[in-house]
């Protein structure tokens, strides 16, 4: 864990230049906007050790499958989100010498990342070799007003000298993915072009045939004015820029202003890019940088009214909440069905940049909360839209007659995941897209999405788990053999329980939900409403589920048990974490749980099971946990704050919460944990608050943490917007928007009237 991250409520400072933390803070101060984004890398040259990270949504390259033993069914490919050309470059060279940190001498170095008005800001001093010494301060964002442009303001003030400096701004198309399977480069050059202040490059992906054009213009500005320098064209393969020949001198300010876009042939026609591309570069460029950073804020300063949470009192937790917040908001806005949210977002490269089962378990409820209906629905949507591929894809794993498997990583709908572990084994992704549904239809109460949308898609499912379960005649039972849970600690395991469990859910889910079905979805779905029913209710009545009746506790899978029993706390602390310290062989024999696996199926199904049995589970499982996995702590969170551990909850939600800002899992550097910021949001609002939908009311049992003097936050849900604020002393609900509402209040009913606030005093708030 490192922890030099200054604490503050609305900004990530990082204080001096410690290039062994380079590639985490890259990470961290990462920009995007849901359209384009950006890694917190340096405009000016570095030569030391970089992450360079350019993304354009929806644009991927399936590189080619890179495996040891090639088994039936891989895919063929891993969909990788690709490194796109670098919009913020600027080579600066005074007389010569090149400012490049990595050897320079730097002094009075602090980067902040100004979370209220979304922007990045960068100041340092540096000595070069020579002795000449200039102070840089570099500001930039990714316009959420004009979502295909980004701006910079860069200004270079020389402190002991006078002297000519030279300025390159530029596109650099040369750039390629860190993960590349084979060392390969993902672009086609297309057209390169330079003309006076402005330049346009325009790539193309090797065999997806995406087309983005990035388009650049640059200002240099010295006491206010712009100079009318003369601009020397710069091209190279896949590089273009213009490089100009300032005057300065010591304690002047030279500025330059840099406006870009990235458009990409999904949204424009690819005869039309470069016009596009050039409208975009020249309204921005008219706006001016400072209308530009002006709409920002006041575009960030609408986001925060709908999504904040304020705590009082913890400066490190509501630092660790906004930042998550933060970086849910830059990396989707939903106005795109055909876009989802990859683990990394805009941030780095790892796990393809694709889609995972992470949405749907984790992100459904920030963004149900947060936006527009429409939002959350159209990630539902997204996976509509690809129901043929997961027909295909369970297909050719052998099963037929509609059984839908999705995929567990993918861009297109086609399975991309190339361990077997993952691709054949971890299942359990269906019931989190089944839960989705279920879960976006009691939050909005928009039932007629099952018709329109999500009936298929369940059918698809149930059909999917008929056919994977088998019958044991041993048992006398249906069995589930040959499955990895979300604890991917454990593979190729028979009868895990939450895999299981979550199965019949579904098929008892799909049931209920045919009461919405169509003739038009009988037919296309040739659905066997007699048979498939029957069998379905069969396999929900005669399921085994593994358990231990002595401790009162349901079984991760079988043979569980037969391992080994060491909890965490007596592992020495140096060979943690596991995966970074021990084979693969001895974590799938050791008893140690990477992630929440029972305990999250009692997340999903809580209204199953009494406390008392949710206790067992959780005393038994959580002391064997090691969190490994970024979406661990935020259940834990969850359950411990419902059982009223307040303490563990606490600790947990700040592990979650600071997952990546103190880099608890000593991977940051490879990219933020995007998925698990939606789990943090879940900590508070459905751990603290306690927040649940019971029978389409709102339902709040609260605590608050020791630390904490208070916490508020506003949600929407169906026509209302409502703020909620816990204190020590209260609970008050203020209805801000929408006609009367009745919500729940430790299971005391309230009507809260348009306009109104309702208060409700404290029973036991603080933990």
């Known amino acids: 864990m490192k922890q030099y991250i200054k604490v503050d409520e609305w900004n990530i400072i990082e204080e001096g230049f410690v290039p062994g933390y380079n590639k985490i803070s ?164 297309v057209a390169g072009s330079t003309k006076g202040n402005s330049a346009y490059l325009t790539l193309r992906t090797r065999k997806t045939g995406f087309d983005v054009c990035t388009g650049m213009q640059f200002h240099v500005y010295q006491a206010g004015n712009q100079l ?156 509509y839209n690809q129901l043929d591929k997961a027909i295909e894809n369970a297909g050719k794993l052998g099963f037929n007659k509609g059984a839908a498997l999705y995929p567990m990583v993918t861009m297109n709908g086609e399975e991309c995941h190339n361990e077997w572990e993952i691709t054949f084994e971890e299942i359990h992704r269906n019931a989190a897209i089944a839960f989705a549904i279920y879960n976006y239809i009691r939050y909005t109460g928009d039932t007629a999405y099952l018709a329109e949308y999500g009936l298929e898609v369940l059918i698809g499912i149930a059909r999917f788990w008929a056919q994977r379960v088998n019958w044991s005649e041993a048992r006398q039972q249906y069995v589930m053999l040959g499955v990895t849970g979300p604890n991917e600690y454990e593979n190729n395991v028979n009868n895990n329980w939450y895999t299981s469990t979550m199965a019949t859910w579904c098929l008892q889910y799909t049931i209920e939900a045919l009461a919405h079905s169509t003739d038009a979805i009988i037919k296309k779905t040739a659905f066997d409403a007699g048979t498939e029913v029957a069998q379905w209710q069969h396999i929900i009545d005669n399921m085994y589920y593994p358990e231990d009746a002595g401790r009162g506790i349901f079984l991760q899978q079988d043979n569980y048990l037969d391992k080994e029993q060491i909890l965490v706390k007596d ?24 992630q929440a696996d029972v305990l999250q199926g009692f997340y999903f199904l809580e209204d199953r099971f009494d406390m008392d049995t949710l206790r067992r589970n959780f005393d038994f499982y959580e002391p064997r946990t090691v969190h490994e996995s970024s979406l661990s702590p935020c259940i834990h969170a969850i359950l411990a704050a419902k059982l009223g551990d307040g303490e563990r909850a606490y600790e947990f939600y700040l592990r979650t919460s600071r997952l990546d800002l103190d880099d608890y899992n000593n991977d940051t550097e490879d990219g933020l944990h995007i998925t698990s910021m939606a789990g943090t949001w879940m900590s508070v609002v459905e751990g603290f608050a306690g927040m649940r939908v019971r029978d389409g009311q709102l339902r709040f049992t609260p605590f608050l943490p020791e630390s904490w003097q208070s916490f508020a936050f506003s949600i929407r849900f169906r026509k209302n917007i409502l703020k909620v604020e816990i204190d020590k002393h209260r609970v008050v609900i203020e209805n801000k928007e929408g006609g009367d509402i009745t919500v729940n209040v430790f299971d005391d009913t309230f009507t809260v009237k348009a306009g109104a606030v309702v208060q409700v005093n404290n029973r036991n708030l603080v933990s």
């Open 26 to 189: 890259e990470s961290i101060f990462s920009l995007g906007n849901g359209r384009m984004g950006q890694r917190g890398n340096f405009e000016e040259t570095y030569s030391g050790e970089t992450l360079q990270g350019s993304y354009v949504a929806g644009i991927y390259y399936p590189d080619k499958t890179r495996v040891g033993w090639w088994k039936n069914g891989y895919p063929e490919y891993f969909a990788k989100v690709l490194n796109a050309a670098n919009w913020i470059g600027l080579e600066i060279r005074i007389e010569g010498e090149v400012l490049d940190l990595h050897h320079a001498t730097v002094s009075d170095f602090r980067r902040v990342l100004n979370m209220k008005e979304g922007y990045l800001e960068r100041t340092f001093t540096a000595t070069l070799a020579s002795g000449k010494q200039l102070a840089v301060r570099a500001t930039r964002f990714c316009s959420i007003v004009d979502d295909e442009a980004g701006a910079l303001r860069y200004s270079i003030t020389p402190l002991n000298f006078d002297g000519q400096i030279e300025i390159t701004s530029f596109i650099d198309g040369g750039i390629r993915n860190q993960d590349s399977n084979y060392d390969e480069g993902f672009w086609e050059l």
């Open 228 to 383: 009318a320098s003369a601009v020397t064209a710069v091209e190279k393969d896949k590089f273009v820029g213009g490089k100009v020949s300032v005057a300065v001198t010591r304690n002047q300010e030279t500025v330059i202003v840099k406006y870009a876009a990235n458009l990409s042939s999904e949204n424009h026609s690819r005869a039309d890019l470069l016009a596009e591309c050039q409208k975009v570069v020249v309204a921005v460029a008219a706006k001016g940088f400072e209308k530009l950073q002006e709409e920002q804020a006041a575009a960030w300063a609408a986001k925060w009214e709908e999504s904040d949470i304020m705590i009082t009192g913890d400066a490190a937790a509501q630092q660790g909440i906004r930042f998550n917040i933060f970086q849910l908001n830059q990396t989707y806005t939903g106005e795109d069905a055909r876009l989802n949210i990859g683990p990394k977002g805009f941030t780095g490269e790892k796990y393809g940049g694709s889609t995972y089962w992470d949405t749907e378990a984790y992100c459904i409820p920030f963004y149900l909360a947060t936006a527009e209906q429409q939002v959350a629905r159209n990630l539902l949507v997204y996976r």
């Open 571 to 594: 592992l020495d602390p140096v060979q943690r974490p596991l995966n970074q310290k021990w084979s693969w062989d001895r974590i799938l024999r050791s008893c140690f749980i990477k």
